[in-house]
Each structure stands twice: as structure tokens, then as C-alpha cells.
């Protein structure tokens, strides 16, 4: 019969991005070449981004969503570089797209790597294999506010950042949690806020997530607050399963767990438009890392990871599974770069994935 063919929108934007997006196609191609015509991936790159911003004015054109709306998945790098004020080119691009494609469930798993070391102590004998799951639509990031208010002069500015609860954003990222919790070997969700502090949002989410538990009898709960679920992630790391969090919240806590496993760019995630109205969104947790941009040693295990989370979004979870036990066997042989102490760059790591993906 005809091959499935995933047509997908790469956007590598900036700094490391297109490095770890190259890394991606590469090896996503490897799996199709070697699907027996079973599937294949159609690419169309587009230019956006700093790059893209600094020629027009725009991190991405006016009719943008447009031209992504019928792509089967959109494979992103990173975006921001110096040039750009970075609210602006997060708000232009990165963010414009989970906003207006819904992409209301940010999917963030979180493991140790064979042969990575982590800071954790107890790393060799500890289990860890958590997913954070970020409120991705509302919350600390619904963009509300304002400065220059009414009747402040010089010297007295005033700014508001308004947070934005919903109860419906709120109830159905809790139960995407619950419904991820119920696939897991560990049937547990925590959820995290900071609800004696910020006692309208927080305590309606809390209140939300009291609601939905009863729906999920076989899935255990804890409900902890934001400062205390840190210290976890440190002392307890094996107590964890699905971490719930509100978009800011989830968004620190994600990169903490990314660097307890090593390094920020092991770290993989998912934006989920869950209903499938809108295509969904891959991308490594890390940013465009100005820092290592263009040296050809930009880790790619974190937008590796990200393209088996959208193999499991195709429903091909033995590709997936294949391309996450090559990304092991990688990390587990020592190929690291580095940023996990190695000496290997982004095209050594690929080249061993590609090795054990034909072995
Ligand atoms: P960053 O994630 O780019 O870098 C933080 C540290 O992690 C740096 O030391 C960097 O070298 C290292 N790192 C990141 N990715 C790596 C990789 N693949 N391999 C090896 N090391 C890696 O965060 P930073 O420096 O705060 O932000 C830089 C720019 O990225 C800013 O413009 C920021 O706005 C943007 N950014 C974009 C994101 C996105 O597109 N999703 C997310 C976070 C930041
Ligand atoms: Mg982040």
C-alpha cells in the first residue's frame, strides 16, 4: 500500500537551532529510509527568526500561521539571539505559534541517559523518569498587562503582569495529566502551584484539580507548592511521575529536571494541540544558546527526543521506541558532547544514533 508521508514545517530559527533541527531531519529520514516504505517525511524549511526579523521587521510574515496550518507537525530549534530584545522574538515567533495553533499541553519528559552523570547523588541507583506537563495556553504567560499606566510620571512607573486562570484551561490540562499519568508504570500525578501566596488563580486550579481527581480513582495524587516541588525534584526524584504545573512554574521546574539529568540539551518536548484541530509543535527545551552557536557542538539528544515525541504523535510508537533505545545506546557508549562531558560534536552523536538505527 501507498507510504504515509508526514508532511512537516521545520523551523530552525536561531543560534543552535538550526544545528539540532539538521540533526533531527537527518535521522528521522534514517528511520523512513529504513521503514521499508512504510512512511516518509516531506520538509519545508522556513527562514524565521532573528535572521529573518533583522530583514523585515517581522520574526515571522503576517500570514505565517497560514502556511503552517496544514502541516502534519512543526519541528522547531530555538528561537532568540542578541540582536532581538528577547520578548520580542519569543512573543513573534515561538510563542505566536502555541498561542494561535492552541497548543494548550506542553509535554516535557525528563530521564536519566545511560552514561550521562548527573549532579544528583545518588544518581546511579536513583530512578528517574518523570514528565512535566506545562499549562501552555494561559496562566503567568496569557501576555496581560501593561506600563506607562494612567497618571504615573517619570520615576514612578508602574507595570502589571496579569496571570490568567481559567476553568476550563485549568480542568482539561488536569485531565490530560490524569489520562498521561494512566499510561505510565507509576500511576501518579502531582500537581503544583503556589496557592497560599497567589490565592485567586491557584487556588481555583487547586480547587479544579480536587474536582478531577475522583474521575481518576486509580491514579494517586499530591498537590505541592511551587518552592517545596524544587526541592523534591532534588531529594526525591524517584517520588515523582507527572508534574502538573501552570505555564511559568512548569517552565522553570522543566529546566531543572532537564539539568538533575545532565544538561539542558538533553531535554525534549512536546506541544500538544490535543484535539488535533491545529498542528502540534517539537522542540528541544533548550534555547538558541548564543553561547556554543556555530561551533558544531550543540548536544542533539534534546531534539533528538523531541522527534520521537512526534513519532508517538504519528502513532508510530516502534519508531519511536527504536529512536529512543539508538539515543541510549549513544549516550550509554559514551558519545556525548560537551556539555555532558564529552568530547564528541552534534555530527558524532548522529552518526553514532545512525549506526545503531541500521545495526
Ligand atoms: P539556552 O537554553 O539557550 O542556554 C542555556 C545554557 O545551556 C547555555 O550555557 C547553553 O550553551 C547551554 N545549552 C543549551 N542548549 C544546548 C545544547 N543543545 N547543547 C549544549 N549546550 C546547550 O538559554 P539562554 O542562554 O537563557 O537563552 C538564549 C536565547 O534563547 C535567548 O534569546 C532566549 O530568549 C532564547 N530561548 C528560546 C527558547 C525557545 O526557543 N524555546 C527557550 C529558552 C530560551
Ligand atoms: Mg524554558
Redesign the pocket.
Known amino acids: 500500500h501507498a507510504p504515509r508521508t508526514f508532511r512537516i514545517a521545520a523551523i530552525p ?5 538550526p544545528e ?1 533541527v539538521a540533526a533531527g531531519r537527518t535521522v528521522l529520514d534514517a528511520l523512513a529510509a529504513r521503514s521499508g516504505g512504510a512512511f516518509a517525511f516531506d520538509w519545508t524549511e522556513f527562514p524565521w527568526g532573528c535572521g529573518y526579523y533583522e530583514k523585515t521587521g517581522l520574526m515571522m510574515p503576517e500570514d505565517g500561521l497560514d502556511e503552517l496550518a496544514d502541516y502534519d507537525a512543526l519541528y ?7 540582536s532581538v530584545p ?1 520578548h520580542v ?2 512573543w513573534g515567533l ?1 510563542l505566536r505559534i502555541c498561542q494561535n495553533f492552541d497548543q494548550w499541553a506542553n509535554v516535557r519528559p525528563v530521564r536519566f541517559h545511560p552514561g550521562v552523570v548527573s549532579p544528583l547523588r545518588a544518581a546511579d541507583s536513583t530512578e528517574l523518569d518523570w514528565v512535566v506537563v506545562r499549562e501552555n495556553s494561559e496562566g503567568e504567560y496569557a501576555g496581560l498587562g501593561g506600563r506607562n499606566l494612567a497618571g504615573r510620571g517619570p520615576g514612578n512607573e508602574v507595570a502589571l503582569q496579569t496571570a490568567l486562570f481559567t476553568e476550563r484551561g485549568c480542568e482539561r490540562i488536569l485531565r490530560f495529566a490524569f489520562d498521561l499519568a494512566r499510561t505510565r508504570s507509576e500511576q501518579k500525578v502531582s500537581s503544583v502551584t503556589k496557592s497560599n501566596a497567589q490565592q485567586y488563580g491557584m487556588v481555583l486550579w487547586d480547587e479544579l484539580f480536587a474536582r478531577v481527581a475522583p474521575d481518576y480513582p486509580d491514579v494517586a495524587t499530591e498537590s505541592v507548592l511551587v518552592d517545596a516541588m524544587s526541592a523534591k525534584f532534588v531529594l526525591h526524584p524517584e517520588d515523582l511521575s507527572v508534574v502538573v504545573a501552570s505555564n511559568l512554574n512548569a517552565d522553570i521546574l522543566s529546566d531543572l529536571g532537564s539539568a538533575l539529568a545532565g ?3 538533553l531535554a525534549a518536548s512536546a506541544n500538544l494541540n490535543p484535539e488535533r484541530r491545529f498542528p502540534s509543535m517539537f ?10 552557536a556555530g561551533r558544531g ?4 539528544i ?2 533528538l527526543g523531541s522527534a520521537a515525541l512526534m513519532l508517538d504523535h504519528f502513532d508510530l510508537p516502534a519508531e519511536a521506541a527504536r529512536l529512543r533505545a539508538a539515543l541510549d545506546a549513544t549516550t550509554a557508549a559514551g558519545v556525548l ?3 555532558v562531558g564529552g568530547s564528541a560534536g552534534t555530527d558524532d552523536v548522529v552518526g553514532a544514533v545512525l549506526d545503531h538505527l541500521a545495526g
Open positions: 530559527a536561531d543560534g543552535v537551532g539540532v522547531f530549534g530555538a528561537v532568540g539571539w542578541p528577547d522574538s519569543l515561538r544538561s539542558l540539551g522542540e528541544p527545551v533548550h534555547g538558541s544558546a548564543p553561547d556554543i557542538v550543540a548536544n542533539p534534546g531534539a558532547t560537551p556539555d
